[in-house]
């Protein structure tokens, strides 16, 4: 009876689902009728689909002759013969117009500190540091190596790199000086751009210093240091090397008024983000000009479903794709006010993120799960103080998110008036793939939603057999080309082939790496990881799925879940568990036995952690993701020699490890089973 109970209350979770107001729906760009005709009309015309919108949205210098070329798969080309500028899509059609006057970003610090730059004012900005990299030699097809914080100056770089068709790679300003130097040595840029350093969590951050490192034992010769004095500290300056990027930008011999805009083709490379591999080595995706581009913009518009007059904010640091494409490029090809943030949510109050909501009255809020979660810990009360009222949208990205944390989403941030997207995408993917069209389609809570119209995904067997079985998952692949897919690994097209394309290679599949499941009504429902997938005695269960059930429970706030080797099960499920403020540790063993009950109540008996952690916070990196790798390794007691760049604060796992050892040395002088 318990178990059907279960099941039964499962299902019901899955099948609440939430409508967009009718107020919303009516204003929206795409209601339901439209979004079924799009579909359709992929499905039945896919080249006459991408044809009227390439057109539509962008501005050619010279329109393109064939919508895809397929003959080297997975090799796809798109848009072929077409020419462009992305700098210019992004700038110039807009001055041409009322936009001029419009803000393009609003930036502030955490200590309020704010600047507000117009389209105009953006476009002479770009202008004159696409000239100034020209002065300095950068030429098309050149590297330029971004490794800045949250500052306007780093969405400057960006375009004027692509204006003059080089090829950025930025670096996320919270990796280390190894990490940078890693990609330098594979990106190979002419010209590095950095700053003196950042503000974070009240502290200065050093950058500057770090690119010396960095530097120090390269082969590769980079030609010059670009420095955007922003912190106001003294810095080491290399004669003849390093440059001020003000001290640039004021002398009219380098910073010309106006850059021509150099004309691209649709498959010349765009930028190179780095992401991690499952070897050590970090893989530099490659994004092509004019289908990233497009994918941007139609997501911004469907999706998002921006207007003119929205202020949309995208808490992602443009070090990772989600601050690429919904931060820079998205937003300002759109004609849209973006904002921009340097800090964390919880600095100097708790309450920092709503402060900036209200004072900036913004519209479209798409953050992490992991963000919602940390500020759900901290109770409402700091939501509760300000007025969120210009929200009219609300977004996640990075990973799945638990109902719980959606619906904390909805109600207090949204005020149960705002719909939520949940999206699905890769660096890989360019833009979002799975998820729901907010004035078209009904959300339910933990599903990403739905393939978006021209995106054809399926769930598949370990064979690339379609899976139609609603309580049975897969993996998650897609099986037709899309314009703002990867080109390729820089440098390396066999890693490309062999990381995205071998598993279903006979098929033409392109791979995720993630776990999915399709319920009844077509909702992709997001397992994580293939690698996340645990095996207990020859059961496979998905990280994320304990996880979602730990964080049900009304105690808990935040929750990690890992495996580690176990002689008797294979793998045994080790819970890192983070209580909401005000609930009572004391009763430690009570504690644990109520959270196995729960978990084996929403998933079954094999699903019950044999090991549950309470820990003050969990391992994050400074973007907000669980870094679980490093979890799987306390776990299993082993010594961390990973790459710890980029965690928000290295010594958490110090005070885990300590936490582990004292449960393990409790645990053996009781004799407990942990079962």
């Known amino acids: 009876m318990g178990k059907q109970k279960g099941v039964i ?50 501005d050619w210098f010279k329109r393109f002759d064939d919508v895809l070329d ?22 110039d059609r807009h001055i041409k117009s009322w936009r001029k006057n419009k803000a393009a970003i609003i930036w502030e ?10 389209y105009q004012e953006l476009y002479i900005e770009v202008n004159k540091f696409a000239s100034v990299l020209k002065t300095l030699g950068v030429k098309k097809g050149d590297r330029v190596l971004i490794y800045m914080p949250m500052i306007p100056e780093a969405a400057v770089a960006m375009l004027a790199s692509v204006r003059i068709g080089a090829v950025h790679s930025v670096v996320f300003g919270g990796f280390s000086a190894e990490a940078l130097r890693d990609r330098i040595e594979d990106a190979k840029p002419k ?20 690119v010396d490192d960095a530097m120090s034992g390269v082969e590769h010769k980079v030609d010059y240091v670009v420095v955007v004095r922003h912190i106001d500290r003294d810095i080491h300056m290399k004669p003849l090397r390093d440059f001020w990027y003000q001290d640039l930008m004021g002398d009219p011999d380098y910073a010309q008024i106006y850059c021509q805009p150099e004309t691209m083709d649709s498959e010349d490379p765009l930028f190179i983000l780095y992401t991690s591999g499952s070897t050590g080595k ?8 004019a289908g990233y581009l497009l994918w941007t913009m139609l997501t911004m518009k ?25 931060g820079v490029y998205g937003p300002l090809a759109m004609g849209s006010t973006t904002v921009m943030y340097e800090g964390v949510p919880t600095y100097p109050t708790p309450a920092k993120w709503w402060e900036l909501v209200e004072k900036h009255s913004i519209n479209i809020l798409y953050t992490a ?4 979660r940390a500020l759900m810990r901290l109770g409402n009360e700091w939501v509760l103080k300000h007025d969120l009222s210009s929200l009219r949208l609300l977004g996640t990205v990075g990973e799945p998110i638990n109902p719980e944390a959606w619906m904390w989403y909805y109600q207090t941030v949204g005020n149960e008036r705002s719909p939520i997207v949940d999206t699905w995408w890769q660096t890989e993917t360019g833009g979002h793939m799975i998820t729901t069209v907010p004035g078209a389609q009904t959300a339910k809570p933990g599903s ?10 399926e769930i598949v067997d370990t064979e690339g057999n379609p899976i139609n079985d609603p309580n049975k998952g897969g993996l998650l692949v897609i099986t037709k080309p899309w314009p703002s897919m990867l080109r390729t690994v820089w440098g390396d097209d066999n890693r490309f082939i062999e990381t995205y394309w071998k598993k279903f290679k006979n098929k033409g599949y392109y791979f995720a790496g993630d776990g999915a499941r399709k319920d009844e009504d077509g909702y992709f429902w997001i397992m994580g990881r293939v690698d996340d997938v645990l095996n207990v005695s020859g059961h496979r269960i998905g990280t994320m799925e304990v996880e979602s059930a730990l964080v049900s429970h009304r105690y808990v706030a935040e929750a990690a879940v890992v495996g580690r080797p176990d002689d008797i099960t294979g793998e045994a499920i080790v819970a890192f568990v983070v209580l909401k403020e005000g609930v009572d540790k004391t009763h430690h063993d009570e504690l644990v036995r109520e959270l196995r009950e729960h978990v084996q109540k929403e998933i079954g008996p094999i699903a019950r952690p044999q090991e549950i952690i309470f820990t003050d916070t969990l391992p994050k990196t400074r973007s907000g993701k669980i870094m679980r790798r490093l979890l799987k390794d306390i776990a299993s007691g082993k010594k961390i020699e990973q790459d710890i760049s980029t965690l928000e604060d290295a010594s958490v796992l110090d005070k885990l490890a300590e936490l582990r050892d004292k449960m393990e040395e409790e645990m053996n002088k009781n004799g407990n089973s942990k079962k």
């Not at 010209?191 to 770090?210: Q, V, Y």
């Not at 799960?369 to 919602?372: E, F, G, V, Y």
Request: charged share 25%; glycine share 8%.
């Open 9 to 58: 209350e499962s299902k019901l979770k899955e099948n609440r689902v939430f409508h967009p107001s009718i107020d919303f729906a009516q204003k929206a760009n795409i209601d339901s009728d439209e979004y079924e005709r799009l579909k359709k009309w992929a499905e039945s015309d896919w080249e006459g689909f991408w044809k009227y919108f390439a057109i539509k949205k962008i």
């Open 70 to 91: 397929d003959s080297n798969p997975p090799f796809y080309k798109f848009f072929v013969g077409g020419k462009l500028n992305v700098s210019y899509n992004c700038l």
């Open 109 to 118: 610090s955490e200590n309020g500190d704010t600047r507000i730059m117009t």
């Open 191 to 210: 010209i590095i751009i950095t700053a003196d350093g950042g503000f974070r969590n009240g502290k200065a951050i050093p950058l500057k210093s770090k």
């Open 282 to 289: 970090p893989k530099g995706v490659v994004h092509s000009t």
């Open 302 to 326: 469907w999706v998002f479903d921006i207007k003119d007059e929205d202020t949309f904010w995208c808490t992602a640091d443009i070090g990772w794709i989600t601050g690429h494409s919904y």
């Open 369 to 372: 799960p992991t963000a919602i």
């Open 448 to 457: 990403a939603g739905m393939p978006l119209p021209g995106i054809f995904a």
